[in-house]
């Protein structure tokens, strides 16, 4: 069968039965990490985890690939991994000398989307833990700033809207963070 063909079908039989279930379904394949590079880790360390609950689980000094009982690739590379409370990773490795903050214009990464349960005492703790409120204009003049209720309209073939409550900060390395109360 053609995936592209697989896929629209995936999509109808969502589409057909989304009124009965949560739009994000947990299914196959999942995030296990995402990576942020930092200017100082343990500044950003204790970020994530006073702003976010996040579990410091595992540091790291190197990187050693093995095959066949053979290190191929060394990297002093550094590195950490905090749990979210959902079994995720957020890994933190040092940002290049020369690195420059991420950019609006880029095409790849652009944020990290953090579902939380009270979005008003979330986005206070993360501001009280050094984040910066990031206002997220429409470039028709108007501007989305704070907790604010958002409706992501439907297109076809779904049926329902998907309305959240959201807001966006920066963290310590000018990170994205969308904070999202589903």
């Known amino acids: 069968m ?3 063909k697989a896929s629209a079908t995936s999509a109808e039989e969502i589409a057909a039965t989304n009124a009965a279930k949560p739009l994000h379904l947990f299914y196959g394949c999942g995030l296990h990490h995402i990576n942020v590079r930092v200017r100082d880790m343990d500044k950003s360390i204790l970020f994530y985890e006073q702003a976010f609950d996040f579990r410091l689980v595992f540091r790291w000094d190197g990187v050693e690939a093995v095959q066949d009982g053979n290190i191929y690739f060394h990297n002093p590379l550094q590195g950490a991994h ?3 409370a959902d079994g995720q990773v957020l890994e933190l490795i040092p940002a290049p000398e020369q690195a420059i903050p991420p950019d ?3 095409s790849s990464f652009h944020h990290i989307g953090l579902r939380v349960s009270n979005l008003e005492e979330t986005y206070a703790r993360a501001l009280a833990a050094g984040a910066t409120p990031l206002p997220i204009k ?3 003049g108007g501007v989305w700033s704070g907790v604010t209720e958002i409706k992501l309209k ?3 073939p779904f049926e ?3 309305v959240v409550r959201a807001a966006h900060v920066q963290g310590p390395d000018h ?3 969308e904070l999202f109360e589903a």
């Open 154 to 156: 439907a297109r076809h």
């Open 104 to 106: 609006p214009r880029s």
């Open 138 to 140: 429409d470039g028709a």
């Open 175 to 177: 990170e994205i963070i």
């Open 2 to 4: 053609d995936k592209r």
């Open 82 to 84: 905090l749990a979210m």
């Open 160 to 162: 329902r809207s998907f």
